[in-house]
């Protein structure tokens, strides 16, 4: 089993930052891929970012493609998504998500076995 604990959520106007963190807990954090998702009211969880198990490959999704960035150390059990130039449309609760994986580091959401409660991420027009 994996804790997934994020935080860092809240309220910004367009154009801001924030810092969203996530904890792990519970197994060896270097074994695993990690990746952010988001979910906006009435809509589908939809793929941000992922890393893979050293920090050395990275993927984001279009959408947020030169916005955001995420990392992860793995001597403090942490990952990271750092979003700059924030939009409203990025509005959405914000998870973490783990999978033991020392290849793969996938972008969907079914393949990942473990998840965060989610922090809500709120960007004002």
């Known amino acids: 089993q994996v804790q997934l604990v994020e935080s860092g959520g809240g309220l910004v106007q367009a154009g801001g930052s924030l810092r969203l963190s996530c904890a792990a807990s519970?197994?060896?954090?270097?074994?695993?891929?990690m990746g952010w998702f988001r979910q906006a009211p009435g809509k589908e969880r939809e793929f941000v970012a992922a890393?893979?198990?050293?920090?050395?490959?990275?993927y984001n999704a279009d959408s947020v493609q030169g916005r955001f960035t995420i990392s992860r150390d793995n001597t403090k059990n942490m990952v990271y998504l750092q979003m700059n130039s924030l939009k409203p449309e990025d509005t959405a609760v914000y998870y973490c998500?783990?999978?033991?994986?020392?290849?793969?580091?996938?972008?969907?959401?079914?393949?990942?076995?473990?998840w965060g409660q989610g922090t809500q991420v709120t960007v004002s027009s």
């Open positions: 998500a783990a999978l033991r994986s020392y290849g793969l580091v996938p972008t969907t959401a079914g393949q990942y076995d473990y």
């Open positions: 519970g197994r060896t954090f270097s074994n695993y891929a």
């Open positions: 890393i893979n198990w050293s920090g050395i490959n990275t």
